[in-house]
């Protein structure tokens, strides 16, 4: 395992790759919500140690050469309606490079256990007897939302958050329950059900004065976002039109952090330096 053996000097970037084991292992490692200095010191360790990295769409890709010397790299990423290679094919990679002997590290964006598949892959690591370790990362599920000032939580607003995935929308039952929730919404995957899914909770009695905020491509050079409520935003988001990836908050904790000194919230704007449209949301909002 990971941890059993010494540690390689990290940010040598010129050391030679470690030699083989005599049995191979794999360690699911989430890479974080994609900027490499969230990465965990463990998940660098890994990532050092490996022989092969099996990585991610959404993990810090462009850090690997430096991070991973020598490693052989395999883009396994799956996209919006395109999975380049199935899971299945995916899992047999990661037994095979084990049972030669090398060091595998599954790099995943996020956290492996957060919508990341990372059980399913454990479960095929040990009925194959190979060892397996996981490496937790960073979720964006929370990471995205804070690096916009947007807390999950927040004493008096709110004191739980449900993080939900939305690729395949949600059914009746699902936004109902959803609806009457007293917390922070968190939408994962989203993007091309979010008409359904706000249409859904406000069907189903969540107030339109419910903040909401899409923050897309989370810390990147081309974040945007879009904060405005869940009865404004449906003729909002045409003209923003968000893409995928994407995080959705929906809950009062989108405008906790949005007053200023006087207690009164600011007027309508655009933010050029952090490209995000205020909408509604940031005037005074209406009773709940």
């Known amino acids: 395992m990971v941890g059993d053996r010494e540690d390689p000097a990290i940010g040598d970037q010129g050391a030679e790759p470690l030699p083989p084991t005599p049995a191979g292992w794999v360690s699911l490692v989430g890479g974080g919500p994609g900027d490499p200095g969230l990465l965990t010191g463990r998940a660098v360790r890994a990532i050092g140690e490996a022989d092969v990295v ?43 490079r084990a049972r030669r002997g090398l060091r ?24 194959a007897g190979v060892p397996v370790e996981v490496v937790p990362g960073v979720s964006s599920a929370i990471a995205v ?40 919404i968190v939408v994962l995957m989203g993007v091309g059900t979010l008409d359904q899914v706000l249409d859904g909770l406000r069907r189903h009695g969540m107030s339109d004065h419910t903040p909401v905020a899409i923050i897309e491509r989370g810390f ?61 949301v940031l005037q005074a909002l209406g009773p709940s």
């Open 54 to 96: 099996l990585h991610d769409r959404l993990c810090p890709r462009e850090a690997l050469l430096d991070l991973a010397p020598g490693a052989e790299l395999i883009d396994v990423g799956k996209r919006p309606g395109h999975h380049a290679m199935p899971q299945e094919e995916i899992e047999r990679l990661m037994v095979d």
């Open 145 to 184: 939302p804070a690096a916009a000032g947007i807390p999950v939580t927040h004493r008096g607003v709110a004191h739980a958050f449900t993080v939900i995935s939305a690729h395949a929308g949600l059914g009746e039952d699902e936004l109902q329950q959803l609806a009457q929730l007293d917390g922070t």
């Open 220 to 280: 990147s050079a081309d974040e945007r976002r879009l904060v405005s409520t869940i009865g404004a935003i449906g003729a909002q988001v045409p003209e923003f039109a968000p893409v995928s990836p994407a995080v959705i908050v929906i809950g009062a904790v989108v405008a906790a952090l949005t007053e200023n000194v006087s207690g009164s919230a600011p007027q309508c704007e655009t933010d050029p330096d952090t490209k995000t449209v205020l909408g509604p």
């Open 104 to 127: 595998v590290v599954r790099l995943k964006g996020g956290d492996p256990f957060v919508f990341g598949r990372g059980g399913e892959e454990v479960l095929t690591c040990r009925r």
